[in-house]
């Protein structure tokens, strides 16, 4: 009896053996980056950059707005102040103070065109200066999303390059059970290392470039509300300007 149990025990130990193919499958970062190929390497050496240059998109966008929401709070009340008193030529040199604010590279526009039509709020000072903050305002809105089609770009494909390393991890497990006539563990290591780190590889990268995206999407259109509401503001005070004559 004894000799019997002793014997399935053998047995079983034999074929626990079998399926891990006698190999101790590491699957900690550096054991997974050992067993991956040439082509899955490669795949995450994309990815690698593309969240070195999201990230650098992130931190410079970050700063770009800090500095413009800064500056322009500083702005906006001392410009209002100026043009109160009718100094066009302080509030212009306020706004040449403030070149990091949104606000001011548009009332700057605005104010020079105004200044360049003779300083006189006539109905074509007044309508060229409109046109001046309309172009201003577009080519700020440029700067402000300057960077942001790369993190949608990224966003967008680092999942399909991680998807495209899976696929090739599945592939390459495929062809060692066929080459080592197995299916223990050990035969599919490489594989299954190229398939785990590509896939979390490629959503590491795009879910901070899509929300960094979203995020400094909101803060471009609500720059542009921002934009839009001086521009009024500064075209009513011509307005107003205009029938104190």
């Known amino acids: 009896m004894i000799l019997a149990q002793l014997t399935h025990f053998a047995s079983h130990s034999a074929n626990l053996a079998f399926l891990f193919d006698e190999e101790t499958v590491s ?3 550096m054991g997974l980056l050992h067993n991956m190929g040439w082509a899955a ?15 650098a998109v992130m931190i410079d966008r970050y700063l770009y707005f800090s500095a413009a ?7 906006a009340p001392k410009v209002a102040g100026a043009l109160k008193d009718s100094k066009l030529e302080e509030a212009i040199k306020i706004a ?3 070149k990091k604010s949104h606000l001011a590279e548009v009332v700057t526009a605005g104010l020079q065109e105004f200044r360049a039509s003779g300083g006189a709020p006539t109905e074509e000072s007044i ?29 967008a494909t680092a999942p399909f390059v991680g998807l495209l390393g ?4 599945i592939l390459n497990a495929f062809q060692q059970i066929a ?30 470039a899509v929300t960094a995206f979203n995020y400094f999407t909101g803060k471009v259109e609500s720059f542009d509300v921002e934009m839009d509401n ?3 503001e500064l075209i009513d005070y011509f307005i107003k300007q205009s029938h104190k004559r």
Do not use: M, Y
Not at 166 to 169: A, D, Q, R
């Open 27 to 29: 699957f900690n970062l």
């Open 96 to 98: 040449d103070r403030n």
């Open 41 to 55: 390497r490669c795949i995450a050496f994309v990815l690698f950059i593309e969240s070195i240059w999201s990230l």
């Open 230 to 232: 001086s521009s009024s």
């Open 127 to 155: 309508a060229s200066s409109g046109r001046a903050l309309e172009r201003a305002e577009a080519i700020v809105h440029a700067k402000l999303k300057r960077g942001l089609a790369v993190l949608a770009t990224i966003g």
């Open 179 to 208: 080459t080592q006539k197995t299916s223990g563990i050990g035969a599919v290591a490489g594989g299954i290392s190229e398939a785990l780190v590509t896939t979390a590889a490629g959503l590491f990268v795009a879910i901070p």
């Open 166 to 169: 899976t696929v090739i991890g």
């Open 69 to 75: 929401r800064k500056q322009s709070r500083e702005f």
